[in-house]
């Protein structure tokens, strides 16, 4: 990052489009985002990654990219510390996916980590002491939507070498087939946490559902803050509630109050990619009938005999 602020603005931009043509890293089936550790030495990140010591203390964020990561680390960030007031922090530094593994261990206690990684590639110490875990889903059309346009600004999410995600119509193609599996893919990814939650082999859990939080904002806080231990008057949740809405949260990010913003630097439309509509049912402006009809039928294959369901939209 340092060497990056330094170049030039022509050389910046040279350096992201070497990033955009840069092909994905790949482990264990699953494509990964194109990020340093990950570049560098995938093996040896991801077996860091599995053998890092967790301690009791450790909290541990999952979620399927774009399932409202940002949102869920705000507001646990804000329980945990008793106060609704923004970390100058953000969650991708401390992300499994791109910390530095030695640094994150000398962090101070509680250790609020997240991660999109499967579950089979977490932390064993952590997911077999039985520490606690924050499992968040999304509904997969408004995940794909999201991610869509994700990925058409950010260039470790892209590659233009592969036309990735190319059109609406190319991409969704591409994820009904899951040729770019970004962590194993939606269906996989939900489906080995459900199997995980059904045989215990995952025990501390709080599973919470993005539909849900927007829905019963309130509620949904002070059920995680229970979770977490932390006994929060109605007025703090209710300020939690109203600064992590998605327009303040957005806001806060966008304007500095959380710190400097700096994935307009990296982005292609030199823009927050991050944050665009928070919305539930954007999908139906984007999915045509045949499209809807094509997703529908992965899903009903990918979840047969799934117990997990999804909401659409909200009244």
């Not at 964020?61 to 960030?77: R, Y």
């Not at 990684?117 to 509904?139: D, Q, T």
């Not at 946490?193 to 919470?208: D, M």
């Not at 039928?297 to 909401?311: A, I, V, W, Y």
């Amino acid at each position: 990052m340092e060497q990056f602020m330094k170049l030039s603005p022509e050389e910046k931009e040279k350096a992201l489009d070497a990033i955009r043509n840069m092909k994905f890293p790949i482990y264990d089936g699953c494509m990964l985002p194109k990020l340093d550790p990950l570049m560098a030495n995938t093996e040896k990140h991801m077996e860091s990654v599995r053998n890092f010591e967790s301690k009791e203390s450790d909290i541990l964020l999952c979620t399927f990219g774009k399932s409202g990561t940002h949102w869920v680390h705000e507001i646990a960030s804000m329980i945990l510390k008793g106060e609704a007031e923004y970390s100058s922090t953000g969650k991708v530094d401390v992300m499994l996916e791109i910390a530095d593994m030695d640094k994150l261990k000398d962090l101070p206690s509680p250790r609020f980590i997240n991660t999109h990684f499967a579950f089979r590639h977490l932390p064993k110490k952590h997911v077999e002491n039985g520490y606690k875990i924050i499992h968040v889903s999304r509904n997969p059309k408004d995940v794909m939507v999201s991610f869509y346009h994700h990925a058409l600004n950010d260039p470790f999410a892209a590659c233009a070498e592969e036309d990735f995600p190319g059109t609406w119509s190319d991409y969704i193609q591409d994820m009904c087939e899951n040729r770019h599996n970004f962590y194993g893919g939606f269906i996989n990814y939900e489906r080995e946490w459900e199997e995980a939650k059904k045989t215990k082999a995952v025990t501390n859990v709080h599973s919470a559902f993005y539909e849900d939080l927007k829905k019963n904002p309130v509620a949904e806080i002070t059920r995680l803050a229970a979770f977490l231990n932390k006994d929060l008057s109605t007025q703090l949740i209710q300020e939690i509630a109203d600064k992590c809405s998605f327009k303040n949260l957005a806001d806060a990010t966008i304007s500095g109050k959380k710190g400097e913003d700096l994935i307009p630097m990296f982005s292609r439309n030199k823009k927050n990619f991050i944050f665009r509509k928070g919305t539930t049912g954007d999908w139906k402006n984007w999915f045509t009938v045949a499209q809807n009809e094509m997703f529908d039928q992965m899903l009903e294959r990918g979840f047969e005999g799934s117990d997990l369901k999804f909401t659409y939209e909200l009244n």
